[in-house]
């Protein structure tokens, strides 16, 4: 008899989780293939995990980055800032400051080691769980913070959730709320940018969740006709809100392997890993200028936080499921590693954290003074007239005039 299959998380609250055999057979020690690899001679990539720092922290196999110490700091550095950016944000988004948060604890190593292994003429079109690009590549805090509060200095001028930020001096391209868009639109931004025979690549994130939708399809299949330059980022981090992967259809395979069904070579790497993120950056990036066209990489990660302030995962899976993760907190990960390599201390790392706590606090206190979502200035109410069209429509010139402004 027909029997319809429906995904379940191996671990639901109150159970104890134990991730140990999850990697069980899994290649963990792949070779660096040649920048014009086919696809089908990487199916092992798709389906292993490209990792450069092991269990104990020491370096091993073919994927060793060459990657300067004061870049490796500044990953540090970056991912420390990041994830106090996100703590202090969350607080004051329960005290009232802001309508709504969402932090990307446990994923840094992402955004910020791909934002270093990129070039700043290379064009992100991220999802809104890659902060740390923005703070990688220096976009004011003051500047993030005033658009989280909706205040009168907000560059969205109230009108966007918080965290769908825009940079476009900074080539980072508007956070749309529609899951998934970003991904044809960075495969079409990087179709004009080979068009054009310029040397820029794009790079685009979507969720685990996200890759269930038509965009992804979409993008993949345009990407793989055009070659075009284009890192395709899943950021698989188990969960997409409450559904875990397997609903995306992440059980039994990878979603790196489905780049090979679309003729793009799919990795796999251990989103944990600096070291691992950055090398295989390098490598798509550096296919994707040489016209050899996109790379499909997976990010095995975990969501260590909730999804945003409106969820409650302790509701959906063990409370403390991210302690078993087996591949750690990116940041101590990295930490150990430099400490380990002799360019970093504790006591260092202490007067960081110390001054990155102070220089979010100093640039909440001045985007506060700007207002917040329950005091001070807003935007002008005619404002959400503004931008939209060149010349509004009737209908807009009749609400305009129905409210009187
Ligand atoms: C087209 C669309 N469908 C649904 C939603 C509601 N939604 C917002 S976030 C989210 C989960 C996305 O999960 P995933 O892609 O794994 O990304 P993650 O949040 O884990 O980074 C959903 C369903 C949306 N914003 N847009
Ligand atoms: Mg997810």
Redesign the pocket.
């Known amino acids: 008899m027909n029997k319809l299959k429906i995904p379940a998380p191996k671990y639901r609250p109150g159970d104890a989780p134990n991730f140990e055999n999850m990697m069980v057979g899994v290649n963990q020690n792949l070779s660096k293939p040649n920048i014009d690899s086919a696809p089908l001679d990487m199916m092992d990539h798709a389906l292993g995990l490209v990792r450069v720092l092991n269990d104990e922290g020491e370096l091993y196999g073919e994927w060793i980055p060459d990657i300067s110490d004061d870049e490796l700091l500044k990953g540090l550095s970056d991912m420390v800032i990041t994830r106090i950016y996100d703590d202090r944000m969350q607080v004051m988004q329960r005290v009232g400051k802001m309508s709504f948060y969402?932090k990307?604890t446990g994923?840094e190593a992402i955004a910020v080691a791909q934002t270093a292994a990129l070039e700043d003429q290379d064009m992100c079109f991220a999802?809104?769980?890659q902060q740390g690009i923005l703070i990688a590549r220096g976009f004011p805090l003051l500047t993030m913070m005033n658009h989280c509060l909706s205040n009168s200095q907000d560059i969205c001028k109230g009108r966007q959730l918080p965290i769908m930020y825009t940079w476009s001096e900074g080539n980072y391209f508007t956070i749309s709320?529609?899951?998934?868009?970003q991904f044809p639109q960075a495969v079409g931004w990087a179709m004009a940018s080979a068009y054009k025979g310029e040397s820029a690549v794009a790079s685009t994130w979507?969720?685990?969740?996200?890759?269930?939708?038509n965009?992804f399809h979409q993008g993949m299949t345009f990407a793989s006709v055009y070659k075009a330059p284009a890192l395709l980022n899943v950021?698989?981090?188990?969960?997409?809100?409450s559904?875990f992967?397997g609903f995306?259809a992440g059980e039994g395979t990878t979603f790196a392997s489905r780049g090979i069904g679309y003729g793009i070579p799919g990795i796999r790497l251990d989103g944990n890993d600096f070291l691992a993120v950055y090398a295989v950056t390098k490598w798509a990036a550096e296919r994707a200028r040489a016209g050899h066209g996109s790379t499909l990489i997976e990010h095995f990660t975990y969501?260590a936080a909730a999804?945003?302030t409106s969820d409650d995962p302790s509701k959906y899976r063990p409370e403390n499921e991210q302690e078993f993760w087996p591949f750690g907190d990116p940041i101590d990960r990295l930490k150990a590693y430099v400490i380990k390599k002799g360019i970093w201390s504790e006591k260092k790392h202490e007067a960081l954290v110390k001054e990155h706590t102070k220089t979010v606090f100093d640039a909440y206190k001045k985007a506060e003074s700007y207002g917040t979502l329950s005091s001070g200035d807003r935007p002008e109410v005619s404002t959400i007239f503004e931008d939209i069209f060149e010349q509004p429509t009737n209908t807009l010139r009749r609400q305009r005039q129905e409210l009187g402004i």
């Open positions: 969402l990307c994923e999802s809104y769980r709320g529609n899951l998934g868009t979507i969720g685990d969740g996200t890759t269930a939708t965009d950021v698989n981090n188990q969960w997409a809100i559904s992967q995306a969501r999804h945003s």
